[in-house]
């Protein structure tokens, strides 16, 4: 006997959902929410409050699905969603783009697997910038956003956005120095 699933087809999933079908939206949800709490964790530090954000990101969902037109990817568009949540969230928290930081090395425990970072070891990095670096640097590097839309955005011109990339930057690889993981500069004191 073959056993049909009556939610297996994305777009019905979608139909269905914006007909208000709980169960359709409860499977779009335990699709991508673990993913999008990915997104959300690395803009949030916090976990609970990346749990949040994500929440009222499917709710800001399933409220504008009907505005979905098929272009792209459904993930996709879930996920500009949930950065965009988690934007609003460091905003209403006050976060704003810091130009001044000290730097508190905190020696995280971390390994290194055959020429690579522990996913978590990176995570903690990323988490230990501050939060205006954080999420100029997460935009660019990890959602591909250029820097004219990263400050459209924040609030913040165009400079600014450059300017905290470069610092973000040289901040993890002073950080991964001082760790000993970033390699070491050669041919200036050869003999």
């Not at 803009?43 to 800001?60: S, T, W």
């Not at 697997?113 to 939060?131: A, K, M, S």
């Not at 609030?155 to 300017?163: P, R, V, W």
């Not at 901040?171 to 200036?188: D, F, H, I, S, Y």
Request: glycine share 6%; charged share 25%.
């Amino acid at each position: 006997m073959k056993i049909i699933s009556l939610y297996s087809n994305e777009t019905q999933l979608i139909k269905k959902s914006i007909k208000g079908d709980r169960q359709a939206q409860k499977v779009l949800y335990d699709k991508y929410a673990a993913k999008m709490l990915g997104v959300c964790r690395q803009y949030i530090r916090d976990q609970h409050f990346a749990e949040d954000v994500m929440i009222n990101g499917f709710i800001k969902v399933f409220n504008h699905l009907v505005d979905f037109q098929g272009k792209g990817s459904f993930e996709g568009w879930i996920r500009t969603i949930m950065v965009r949540e988690s934007i609003s969230y460091l905003r209403k928290r006050q976060f704003v783009v810091y130009d001044d930081y000290v730097f508190e090395s905190q020696n995280p425990e971390h390994s290194v697997t055959e020429g690579l970072l522990d996913v978590e070891y990176v995570q903690q990095l990323i988490d230990d910038l501050p939060e205006g670096y954080k999420t100029v640097f997460l935009l660019y590097a990890i959602e591909g956003y250029g820097h004219q839309e990263i400050a459209k955005m924040l609030d913040i011109s165009e400079g600014t956005s450059k300017s905290q990339l470069f610092k973000a930057r040289k901040m993890l690889q002073e950080n991964l120095r001082l760790n000993g993981m970033a390699p070491q500069k050669t041919g200036a004191n050869k003999r």
